[in-house]
């Protein structure tokens, strides 16, 4: 079943401003008027819509006079191959006193830096790398909260064309250790703490335990955010964040009266940038390596074009370090925006921070998860009568289909007239597939459009284009921001089998996925979580939408258990349900949950058996682990359990006696 299609849009650009929009001067400068014809265009001729974007966008660097070689190979596609670029050169081209970042930890710490001001913390820092022996090609790898240090280091180190990767200081040290062991950093920067809805958690112990067990590490940097004055003693090569900024004043480099200057080392265009990791849920995670002309190219034309992010604006996405939505959020520099910095619980304080940031801050671009929406509207949130938000012009979700209710929620409570664009794409391409547009409607439940250049198509099991129709998304044509590849894949194997083994020279991203008739798109979940009793798919997104509309229940996860037990030919669906305090899971609810789905899907839709449990695990960038769920309701190990924010609540899923009949 697919969600019906809504003929009323929710949203509709405004006459009088949309042409002021980048994208509706991007498309009057290359005389397309249609979206459509506009999106048709740059698929056609990816090497003309490319070049066009490096020159719209303002890239720094040169281009040379080939776009595209080997065009027909996907894999082996090769972008600018005369291009030489720096990714942190772009983000620091604007070296004035204007705000570069404002951060907040919860609602203890703040914090502002300018332009200026962040570029000279850059060049000190990189001044540091130097002398650790960090030079092109090394990796630098990063254990920290979404703190200024973050970024002033990322910086530093991609400007010397080293490698970045990075991790939230929430992970285990086995998870740690899973991801940067694999890539064997010169450079380690960690934290000494962080606050998590008003708690501080210590991470030195983590820190000893990490710092030890990487042998290839010369530095362990460690940030002060809790204290400035913990024993580092203990942790292998360390040094202190204010240590080096007190020292490196007198240390060597470039400078301009009197003060350093950022060493900027142009590249190639795939010369690897970051190191994203898989979230590991089935395995060790694998290493993807993103380039730095694919990021940035790509980033540009979603901030500029699909979000419309210009000088001045204010942009803002809650992430950790470990989500690639960081990655994509500091990229916003590279258009002249402020960014909006934020670590901690999102519902710290009285539940409202984020919206107390955007209405403090002017807040122009508010990013979130479906998720956050979700809890947002459980908790009965109204912000757009609480707080000033009369700057915010666009909110991004993802992380999670985004149901039909929280496109109303949105445009009830926050604001009628608000860009909404879910967003989907993933670690993959650290970046979107599919995405929002400032001059397109907005209809409930879908998102907008194909982004640009992505030759984005849904396909049925023959691998036939299909619409209004449930299939897998792929991507026809390659992309400037393909993945080089994985690390410590030499011989591509697993690249290949990653995204090529499905459908021959095509993408397949693995989303379960609709385009709609409005040409926008719905997804409906993950392919290799797609529930199929008796021989019918179903995507877990279209019983997620029915029984989180029930106000009993706070969240909820759905598998298909082999059944009859031992055998492979049928599944049944089974639905565990976290509810609200001093709420019971009686017969009533069940029967009241079961005639939900049955009433707005379809029979095959309602679950055979419906469990409370009193957690939900998921990841750490906080989607839910149906694969995980299932491995152990079927007895089978769970690779990983260190990819998991709260790994414990699989215990609650474990030998359940009502799954035994």
Request: proline share 5%; glycine share 8%; with cysteine.
């Amino acid at each position: 079943m697919s969600y019906a299609i809504d003929a009323t849009p929710l949203w509709v650009p405004n006459p009088a401003t949309v042409g002021k929009t980048r994208m509706a001067q991007f498309m009057q400068q290359m005389g397309h008027y249609r979206y459509a014809d506009l999106w048709q265009w740059s698929v056609d001729q990816p090497a003309d819509f490319w070049s066009e974007i490096w020159d719209f966008c303002g890239v720094v660097g040169e281009k040379g006079n080939v776009v595209l070689r080997d065009g027909d190979k996907m894999p082996g596609a090769c972008w600018f191959p005369e291009a030489q670029l720096n990714y942190a050169e772009n983000l620091l081209q604007r070296r004035d006193d204007g705000e570069a970042l404002v951060f907040w930890g919860e609602n203890k710490i703040q914090r502002r830096m300018s332009r200026a001001e962040l570029y000279h913390a850059v060049a000190h820092f990189q001044q540091f790398l130097i002398a650790a022996g960090v030079g092109e090609g090394d990796r630098v790898a990063a254990f920290l909260p979404n703190l200024p240090e973050t970024l002033i280091a990322m910086l530093a180190a991609t400007a010397l064309g080293a490698v970045w990767s990075s991790a939230s200081p929430d992970f285990g040290v086995q998870g740690v250790l899973d991801r940067f062991g694999q890539i064997e950093p010169k450079v380690l920067i960690c934290v000494d703490g962080y606050w998590y809805n008003g708690k501080a958690v210590d991470c030195l112990a983590k820190n000893v335990e990490i710092a030890g067990k990487i042998p290839s590490l010369l530095k362990t940097v460690v940030v002060p955010y809790l204290n400035g004055d913990a024993d580092l003693s203990q942790i292998a090569h360390a040094v202190a964040w204010n240590e080096i900024v007190a020292t490196v004043e007198t240390g060597t480099g470039p400078a301009v009266d009197g003060k350093k200057e950022v060493i900027f080392k142009r590249l190639a265009f795939n010369h690897p940038l970051f190191i994203m990791f898989s979230s590991g849920t089935t395995g060790v995670p694998k290493c993807i390596v993103h380039c730095h002309g694919g990021v940035l190219l790509q980033h540009l034309k979603e901030h500029q074009l699909h979000s419309d992010v210009r000088p001045g604006d204010r942009l803002f996405y809650f992430t950790t370090c470990g989500w690639m939505m960081w990655n994509w959020l500091v990229s916003g520099l590279a258009c002249g925006a402020t960014l909006l910095l934020y670590d901690g619980s999102p519902f710290a304080g009285k539940g409202t921070v984020l919206f107390d940031l955007a209405a403090a801050e002017k807040m122009t671009h508010f990013g979130t998860s479906a998720k956050f929406i979700d809890a947002a509207a459980k908790l009965g949130l109204m912000p757009g009568k609480t707080h000033d938000l009369t700057a915010l012009r666009a909110m991004f979700s993802t992380g999670s289909p985004l149901s039909p209710e929280g496109f109303d929620w949105v445009y009830r409570e926050i604001k009628q007239d608000i860009l909404l664009a879910s967003i989907s794409g993933g670690t993959d391409i650290v970046s979107c597939f599919v995405l929002g547009n400032p001059v397109l409607l907005v209809y409930r439940g879908e998102i907008q459009c194909r982004g640009l250049g992505m030759a984005v198509d849904v396909f049925n099991e023959e691998g036939q284009p299909v619409r209004s129709t449930k299939g897998e998304l792929v991507c026809t044509k390659p992309f400037p921001v393909m993945p080089v590849g994985f690390w410590n894949d030499d011989d591509g194997k697993k690249y290949k089998a990653a995204y090529f083994e499905r459908f021959a020279n095509i993408w397949c991203h693995g989303d379960f996925s609709e385009i709609t008739a409005h040409d926008g798109v719905i997804i409906y979940g993950r392919s290799d979580s797609t529930l199929n009793p008796g021989g019918v798919r179903i995507g877990t997104a279209e019983i997620y939408r029915q029984v989180e509309q029930l106000p009993e229940v706070l969240e909820s996860l759905v598998i298909g258990q082999d059944w009859p037990p031992g055998k492979n030919d049928d599944v049944r669906v089974v639905l565990f349900v976290k509810l609200q305090e001093a709420h019971v899971l009686d017969a009533s609810l069940i029967e009241r949950i079961k005639q939900q789905i049955k009433a707005n899907t379809t029979p095959r839709h309602v679950p055979a058996k419906v469990l409370q449990v009193a957690d939900i695990p998921r990841t750490k960038s906080g989607k839910i682990v149906e694969l995980a769920v299932r491995n152990v309701v079927h007895a089978q190990p769970v690779k990983n359990v260190e990819a998991l924010a709260n790994p414990e609540a699989l215990e609650f899923f474990r030998n359940r006696v009502e799954l035994a009949d």
